[in-house]
């Protein structure tokens, strides 16, 4: 099943490997994404399950998705960590669109 997804530019965007990452793509969060990120590591100071959320279905292009963790995000600029709490809130209310069209179209 193919997962809805939503891209955009983070404003700040991170160096890795020498070169500026900025494009991302947050995909929707599954029932196992959301069970995984309620499981607070052992060696947790601080732990936010909807970063881990977020962290667990994030892309950025040119980095490699196991650098993209809970602390990554927690350590993201601010402007950055903002706007990618923004993105989630867009692919939850465009995903509440389709699900109202599919509804409209039933019989």
């Known amino acids: 099943m193919q997962k809805l997804t939503i891209t955009g530019t983070l404003p700040i965007g991170v160096l890795f490997a020498g070169k500026l990452c900025n494009t991302v793509t947050l995909r929707e969060a599954t029932l196992r994404d959301g069970i995984k990120a309620s499981i607070t590591p052992e060696d947790a100071t601080e732990f936010y399950p909807k970063l881990a959320s977020i962290a667990s279905c994030?892309?950025?292009?040119?980095m490699p998705a196991e650098q993209i963790t809970h602390d990554f995000i927690l350590d993201?600029?601010?402007?950055?960590?903002?706007?990618?709490?923004?993105?989630?809130?867009?692919?939850?209310?465009?995903?509440?669109?389709?699900?109202?069209?599919?509804?409209?179209?039933?019989?």
């Open 58 to 62: 994030l892309s950025i292009d040119g």
């Open 76 to 107: 993201l600029d601010e402007e950055d960590g903002e706007y990618l709490l923004n993105l989630k809130a867009e692919l939850t209310a465009k995903k509440k669109e389709q699900v109202q069209a599919a509804i409209s179209l039933t019989p």
